[in-house]
């Protein structure tokens, strides 16, 4: 089977840099992705990672080791509307087809 | 707006019953998910289909059963309703099956409030 480990909650000051760190234990493994809930809404799409290293798309990076099974996340310069939780996942193959397994989920809480 | 769309938004039902929740993916894409989210929790996923087929099963309980339709809408049917079934349902979609690439846009998701 899958699974996943993230921090349950990360708490971080305005202007500040967090790192949201994830581990993953699948076979099959294709990629890693992250998403952003804010409470009450739908999850969106940040990045995804299929091969190993840093993609940066603006104030958000994510890492990507697959020797290490372990990906995370960088945010950057943070802001009060970054408070929310945040999702690691995995694209794995399945039977025929593949399956986006996701964590827990890590709440970020963004202090002024 | 993702451009996939769930109907009902809200629903509040009794145990024993059986619902049927909706989704209608972006134009153009081909494979439909749903996830189960409950207060506090991930998501769990259930199951994905692509192009009327169904790909890939999660923790999807036997009560449960979905398709997906010629129209590439989806649906998503709950049974003997129990209280612990009362959860935030996502259905979400993407345009591919391969490897390259893995952008999955959710909906705003279904709210089932089982009583």
């Known amino acids: 089977g899958q699974s996943l480990e993230q921090p349950s909650e990360v708490t971080a000051v305005e202007g500040a840099i967090v790192q949201i760190n994830c581990t993953y234990q699948?076979?099959?493994?294709?990629?890693l992705s992250w998403y952003q809930q804010h409470d009450g809404g739908a999850p969106t799409f940040l990045s995804y990672n299929a091969l190993d290293g840093l993609e940066e798309t603006g104030r958000f990076s994510s890492f990507l080791s697959r020797s290490d099974s372990y990906g995370y996340l960088l945010l950057q310069e943070l802001q009060m509307k970054d408070s929310a939780s945040y999702f690691c996942?995995?694209?794995?193959?399945?039977?025929?087809?593949?399956?986006?397994?996701f964590g827990a989920g890590t709440r970020l809480f963004v202090k002024a | 707006d993702s451009g996939v769309t769930q109907t009902p938004k809200h629903l509040i039902t009794a145990t024993g019953q059986r619902v049927t929740l909706r989704c209608s993916p972006r134009?153009?894409?081909?494979?439909v998910y749903w996830y189960q989210q409950s207060l506090d929790q991930g998501l769990q996923f259930l199951i994905h289909?692509?192009?009327?087929?169904?790909?890939a099963k999660g923790n999807i309980l036997e009560r449960f059963s979905a398709q997906q339709f010629p129209d590439l809408h989806s649906e998503l049917n709950l049974s003997s309703l129990e209280l612990g079934d009362s959860a935030l349902y996502f259905c979400?979609?993407?345009?591919?099956?391969?490897?390259?690439?893995?952008?999955?846009?959710f909906g705003e998701g279904s709210w089932l409030t089982v009583v």
């Open positions: 979400a979609s993407s345009v591919e099956r391969e490897v390259s690439g893995n952008t999955i846009y």
């Open positions: 996942a995995v694209r794995a193959d399945h039977t025929g087809g593949f399956k986006t397994i």
């Open positions: 699948t076979s099959g493994f294709y990629g």
């Open positions: 289909y692509y192009n009327g087929e169904e790909r």
């Open positions: 134009s153009g894409d081909l494979s």
